[in-house]
């Protein structure tokens, strides 16, 4: 991704947390963006003390002031703090300037009628985004135009790979899917290790069998271009130790209840959705 495209472009962070944090770690550390471009809001003084000295960057007390001369905004605060922030945003907003939300459960439409602004962005990242091996999925309104759209993927592009899709919904579906996913992928991990440590293994070297699999497996399947169903009859015997294995994991309704989790995932994200948009949630949402 060309980063011209972000060069002399001033960016307002709003809730410089974690995930905001990743971002503002990526674009600084590729060079997209000057520090002296960025100005971060944080409530703390601690935090924001914090981000001057690490970062090199502006950090202010009030968003109001972090978005007022930004080109991009970043909009980092948790779902539940939009109902105050967007009000204290509006006036600061300008037509020309592009909004990239990464608050989960927020809609465009949500946030255009909060801020009373129509070039929104919403993304969902996901925590290995903290390393820059993470995804992103986003969804641009119509009024973004093909240069906040390069400025978008730029920007997304510092934490991994990015995805454009053009149904909201996705965004949603995306929550479920890699927003969620790392949590099943370290529950499954700590299962795994816990069960390597019930036959014997130190706790260290199961931890470090269970990452490596884990992460080998994955760049297996990346790398071969096979469905996963194909993989895993590579090494599935007949009457062999993995045979043994998938009988216990498919009597233990594996793919059931990783679906029932991802739906539930799924219809919290809806639930967000109307609760901002002052709506009930959808009780159709699910299949049936």
């Known amino acids: 991704m060309d980063g011209d495209v972000l060069r002399g472009s001033r960016i307002g962070v709003i809730g410089t947390g974690v995930m905001a944090e990743a971002m503002l770690s990526g674009l600084l550390s590729r060079r997209?963006?000057?520090?002296?471009?960025?100005?971060?809001?944080?409530?703390?003084?601690?935090?924001?003390h914090d981000l001057v000295e690490r970062y090199g960057v502006a950090a202010v007390a009030a968003n109001v002031e972090a978005a007022s001369g930004a080109d991009v905004v970043l909009l980092g605060v948790k779902p539940q703090m939009l109902r105050v922030v967007m009000p204290e945003l509006r006036a600061a907003m300008r037509a020309e300037q592009l909004v990239i939300s990464i608050a989960a459960g927020a809609s465009t439409r949500a946030l255009?009628?909060?801020?009373?602004?129509?070039?929104?962005?919403?993304?969902?990242p996901n925590t290995p985004s903290q390393i820059?091996?993470?995804?992103?999925?986003?969804?641009?309104t119509a009024t973004v135009d093909a240069a906040g759209r390069a400025r978008t993927r730029a920007m997304l592009s510092a934490l991994g790979r990015e995805f454009e899709v053009h149904d909201e919904r996705q965004v949603a579906m995306a929550t479920a899917v890699s927003g969620t996913g790392p949590t099943y992928i370290f529950l499954f991990i700590e299962a795994l290790t816990d069960a390597a440590v019930h036959l014997g293994f130190p706790r260290h070297v199961a931890r470090e069998l269970v990452l490596d699999t884990m992460q080998g497996s994955a760049a297996f399947a990346l790398a071969s271009g096979r469905h996963v169903a194909e993989l895993r009859d590579m090494v599935t015997s007949p009457g062999g130790t993995s045979a043994a294995a998938l009988y216990e994991l498919e009597r233990g309704r594996l793919r059931t209840v990783v679906s029932d989790a991802v739906w539930a995932a799924f219809e919290r994200t809806l639930g967000l959705e109307a609760g901002l948009e002052g709506r009930p949630p959808d009780p159709s949402a699910r299949p049936r």
């Open 132 to 140: 820059g091996q993470g995804v992103t999925v986003w969804y641009a």
């Open 32 to 48: 997209l963006v000057a520090p002296a471009d960025v100005t971060c809001s944080h409530p703390r003084e601690d935090r924001r």
């Open 112 to 124: 255009s009628e909060g801020l009373r602004h129509p070039a929104i962005v919403r993304c969902m």
